[in-house]
Every structure is written in C-alpha cells, then in structure tokens.
C-alpha cells in the first residue's frame, strides 16, 4: 500500500514521462534490493559453508572495485554514439544481469561462488549506470533540474526505508531465499520498465 501510495503520487506530477519511468524503475530495484542490504552479512555468515565477517567484507570489496574498473570505460563506449539507444540497451541489459545475480544466490554453496556473483554484480551495475544516468540527464525538464534529482532522492529514500526493516520481518518469516527471489523478480520489473521508454530516446 505504501509503495502504491507513492507510484500514484508520482503519476500525477508533472514530470515527463521518460523521467517518471526512470525513476519507478530504479524505485522497484533498490526499494526491493534494501530487503537485503541491511542483512547481507548475516546471510553470508550463517548460509554460506566458509562465511565470516572477513568474507563479508572482500566479498563488499569486490563488487565495488569490479563496478569501478569497468563503470568508466563503459560510460565513454556509450558517449561514443550520439544515440540514446545504446545507453537504452546497455542499462536494460545491466539491470537484467544484476537480476540474475539475485536469482543465484540462493545456490551459492561455497565463498568462491560468492565471490564470483559479486564480481558478475559489479560488472552488471558498471553496465546498468551510465546508461540509466545518461538518459536521465538527457531528459531532465528544463528548469526542473535541481527538484527532479531531488525527486529520484527522496523516492528511493523512501522506498529503501519501507524495506530495511521489512527483510528482516520476511526472513524470519521466508527464509533467505524468497527473499533473493523477490528482489530477483522486483529487478526484472524495474529492467522491463525501461523497454517502455525505447521509443521515446532519441535515435
């Protein structure tokens, strides 16, 4: 109810439609991705054989140094076109990865396997980023600029602080792995968003 509250108070407001379906995708992918955040470390010590706080934390490395090696290079092939539809493409096709990710998790049986997933999840936000940001800065609306960022902000904040508290409630309830599947799906519906706007980039 509360996140539905929120998706039809973003309806009404006038923003163009390219910005509003940028922001309910990346509000579908990180309210469902803050299920875990929160979390994440005792999922690792208590599910994985071999897991411990130090893992958690190459585990965390690796991920962020994957998406930093890879995110620059990415931008500037993408700068490369004057098309909107390579950036269209590439964060469609990040987002898609990183869902795929999450649908892994619960196999993971080993840290290496870990380890592996979060490499692949660096490479797949790499992807998803400047994509997404290049598409959003193209359309901000003029003279808008500075409370449409602060839209997006508030929005995920709000949608991220709905889920802190309710992963923990669920994997009480769930377990793990249900939800990894959500976020998995939730991903999937935020990728499947941005197909929406494919006729509304530029060329």
Known sequence: MYHRGIIRSLAHLKVNVVIKILILSDFAIWSAANLIAPIFAIFVVDKIPGGSIEVVGIATMIFLVV??????????????????????????????????????????????????????????????????????????????????????????????????????????????????????TATVIGALLLVVIKNKVHK
């Open 67 to 184: 998406k930093s090696i890879f995110e620059v290079p990415i931008g500037i092939w993408i700068d490369k076109s004057k098309s909107e539809k390579d950036d269209l493409y590439t964060a469609f096709l990040g987002t898609l990865v990183s869902a795929a990710v999450y649908f892994l998790y619960p196999q993971v049986d080993s840290v290496v396997q870990l380890y592996l997933l979060q490499a692949l999840l660096g490479v797949a936000t790499a992807a998803a980023y400047p994509g997404w940001f290049s598409i959003f800065t193209r359309h901000i609306d003029k003279s808008k600029e500075a409370f449409e960022w602060s839209l997006y902000d508030v929005l995920l904040g709000l949608g991220m602080a709905a889920t802190a508290a309710l992963g923990a409630f669920m994997v009480d309830a769930y377990g793990f792995d249900v939800i990894f599947y959500i976020i998995g």
